[in-house]
């Protein structure tokens, strides 16, 4: 890419989709981002920007200044330019916001004024309202009179007077519908409107259980102050999802892929720290038994296996807990079903795999004890780790700790404990 | 839940949507999701199952007769049908289609044609098509003639005398333009149709990258075979967003997270016993050096930490890798750069924790040897790592092995054999 001429590439861009230029940026490393950024046509790069993910777009967005930006963000929604904004310093969203036009600004402001993560912070202000007594036929007339309707319009919001949500006018039953009837009769007041305030998680949640593509946004007093469809809940689906799998790895699930080094390796730095603190902490463990290690060297070699066997049944555990809690499964009426369940599969598998080892390990050291020091101990380790990997999620989310992201760490601290201290301790006590 | 009588819990269950009581049962253990299950209102049965996700639902299905069955899957839609239909045994699934009626079983059937995890798999047949020599009044008399519109239409489908596809009519755009118009001049043909064999995985990226909510399908002919709403979209989202989490612990996403004590262990089993095969090759490492172990044991003591340190930096490389190849970022023109970045931000990180922990064993055992023996091993277990989380997803995938099931297991058989290797060897060459 860097070899070709610009302006061939340039050309190959402007036959891409906005979305597909987003994609290309964000599977570039940082060096080729600017120069690609940099032969994107001016009238899509509003576009691109929106499909980026926040931490690519920070990047693109610094090499800016005000007059660039407001340019860019013209004709974008009102929750899209909300959401780049929240990305800016202080200061430079004020600048931005300040060179808007009137109505624009008042309409990014309204969103603005709501949390990034609520409902207020994903909806977009591109709502079409009707009145409950006009008759469909007036209905269908008003529409008309529009060039084009917003971008996902699949109903129409039904608001009295006071801009008060009453329900949906769905566009199927507008286009089925005898139009003499009035707007009263056919109003769908099935789906509840979203409260502004509502956590955009749980936005998610409704919209995947109901199937929604559009739903109202209202107020503290019930009046209807936006919508929110469906293509920006598929995103926070993704990241919800995304943010499990991250967290248990230390990372953010807005990671960008092709960070630069120095980044990336500032933010991995503390999570290595805080590894090394729960290492130590096992290697001091072991070193209590250090007598018994200088007695017995067959102790050092089979440590690691009551330790890591631990580890795979705790983590087993955790992910299928940390899953379920993020999909709303879990609370406190089945943890105690869950709790037995979970501890019953790691008797069964304890018992299975430690004799397993013990016998291999009889014959490979031709000493029984150490077989029975193994067995012992790969048990006690394994149900410890089992019980650790469903409590300690619950637990940490009570204390309003992220339990996808200290539950990993807290379970190894857990496993490499109890797995060398009761290997060695066992071991002392047996051939002390 | 089981000391209240059948009649309350019927009750309440009767003011749950068919959404919350399949939330609810996904949420119990198995005796009582049993019981729930037939304290159901009949009308509902079908839209219960159909929101549930495989597992759960062939275990209810398992308690069911073939005419119990069919009258369940009455009134669903044939894609949806379809997913319950693949579960079954063959032998039952050929009953349930000769108890449907002809039009059923048709429709179903059709969509049974196509591979569960393909684009014929997931669509329905409810599709709405008009020929485009029509003009919008025609088309808006011959929509009113319907009761209703199938759920989530937002567009009807502009196909030829041949059924072929030719683009889309968004409701929308019906309802803002002149009625003498005809289809022809006002159609979209933006939206490329998906051919019904592209696996799922690629259509949910298509909807994720144009907001799509509906899309046509087609046959080998072009011709319009169905339509995806995404609805189903959104569940293979969520399915492929869990898969990368859920396989890391050698879990299937479609996991059931309250499956009884015997099935769960079972499942875990085989990945417990794998993971015994690497611990097992990790000791045979430590096993080569025996006789420094017995000269030093505070070798014994610090061997976990390079190992350990080795594993975490080596699985936040791996997350990013396969997070990144599941959103289709990864591809061989960018491999390059993101190893040379990972190896980077390694050394990086390397060289800050290998020179802290240096000094800590220095203080602890009072010996510069040992201080310096684990600051080298740790760099190259940290840098080692590094790469291995880079290079095995991305040679897993070459070989067609999913690399976020096997990614784990064959990250830490490196990071274990490397760190201990590295540390026991220098280890022996300083004090031998």
Redesign the interface.
Known sequence: ?DSGTGREVRRMLSTL?P??IA?LL????PRIRQVLWKLIDKDVEGEVLQ?LTDEVRSQILATMDTEEMVAVMEGLDADDVADILQDLPERVMAEVLSAMSATDRRRVESVLAYDEETAGGLMDTDTISVRPNLTLDVV?RY??R????P????SLFVVNRQGQYIGLLP????????PAVTVREVVNTDVEPIPADMPDTEVARL?????W?TAPVVDENNRLVGRIT??DV?DV??EG??H???S????DEE?D??????R??RR??L???I??L???L??WV??LF?GT??KV?AL??????V???GG??G??T???????MA?????R??LG??MS??L??AI??AL??SV??GV?AGLWFGDQRIAIIIIAAMVINLVTAALAGAVLPVALRAMRIDPALAGGVAL?TVT?VVG?MSFLGLATWYYG
Chains 1, 2 share one sequence.
């Open positions: 890419l989709t979305q597909s994609q964000e599977s570039s490393p499909e269908l529409l008309r529009h060039e084009q309707l971008e996902s319009t699949d566009l199927a039953k507008l286009l089925t519908t005898d919209f995947e259980k109901y199937d593509i469906i293509d598929v689906i993704r999802a995304d499990s799998l991250m248990l790895a230390g990372l990671e892929t092709f960070a630069p080094v120095r990336t390796a991995r730095a999570w290595l720290g590894n090394l729960t290492a130590l096992a290697s072991i070193s250090q290690l200088d060297v050092a070699i089979l440590m690691p296996i330790a890591s066997m795979v049944a983590s087993q955790l992910t299928v807990v940390i899953r379920g999909l709303g499964q879990i609370g009426s089945n079903w869950l369940r979970e019953g599969s069964l598998n299975l795999w397993v080892m291999i190894t490499d060398f």
